[in-house]
């Protein structure tokens, strides 16, 4: 398995509540993404890094906000957590080959449960 | 990537036989494409990729097609295995891009 953790890998928080999820790698590649998961929706991006301090938005990034002050680290922060956001969430990472996009390679996932 | 729908499609075979799975990308500038499988509980695991300048790449018991003409691409099961049964996706990424999109993916059962 690539080295990827992502941390916690379950959790429950009360609606309105800022909860912060982490994703640690020890492969040392420049991209790392932040997606969820919903039933119907597949994988959908919520921000992505690519590099330190280097982010951009995905397609669903309102209520969420990202940070990489080191290459192995990216965390993702939910401000105040909604219901909407009750979803599995994965984080990936991808080299860039001389020839471009690499395969990303996927953590093991966190399910968050916002009540 | 595809076009999201509501309802995962779902493909069922008998042990033994093949399975293909199919995806549509609607980028035309898409470069790079990658099949992964996804068991249940558990991150998605890279399966095999494939890049434009190609249109055909094998590995062990899979194959992937790509026809850049008509945007598809097609993942191909040698001798499906109960242990196959899982949902896969395509995703494609471009270098203008900076990011992969994916399908909403196909659940494979296999049928002992």
């Known amino acids: 398995d690539a080295g990827i953790t992502q941390s916690p890998r379950h959790k429950v928080t009360e609606t309105g509540t800022p909860v912060t999820l982490r994703c640690h790698q020890t492969e040392n590649h420049r991209y790392m993404y932040w997606y969820r998961q919903d039933p119907g929706h597949g994988l959908r991006l919520i921000h992505y890094?690519?590099?330190?301090?280097?982010?951009d938005k995905g397609e669903v990034s309102d209520g969420y906000s990202v940070s990489r002050s080191k290459t192995e680290d990216f965390l993702l922060t939910l401000e105040s957590a909604t219901s909407s956001q009750t979803s599995v969430y994965f984080c990936?990472?991808?080299?860039?080959?001389?020839?471009?996009?690499?395969?990303?390679?996927f953590g093991q996932g966190t399910r968050l449960t916002v009540v | 990537g595809e076009s999201v729908g509501l309802h995962l499609p779902t493909l069922s075979v008998q042990e033994g036989d093949n399975s293909i799975i199919n995806c549509a990308y609607s980028?035309?500038?898409?470069?790079?494409f990658i099949w992964y499988k996804q068991e249940s509980g558990k991150g998605p695991q890279f399966i095999i990729d494939?890049?434009?300048?190609?249109d055909k790449r094998q590995g062990q018991r899979v194959t992937v097609l790509l026809n850049k003409t008509v945007k598809h691409l097609s993942l191909q099961i040698a001798a499906t295995q109960p242990g196959d049964s899982a949902v896969y996706f395509c995703a494609d990424w471009s270098d203008g891009g900076n990011q992969f999109y994916f399908g909403t993916g196909t659940s494979l059962t296999v049928i002992p």
């Open positions: 890094s690519y590099g330190v301090k280097d982010t």
């Open positions: 980028n035309s500038a898409s470069d790079y």
């Open positions: 494939i890049r434009s300048n190609m």
């Open positions: 990936a990472i991808s080299g860039v080959g001389h020839t471009g996009g690499t395969e990303a390679f």
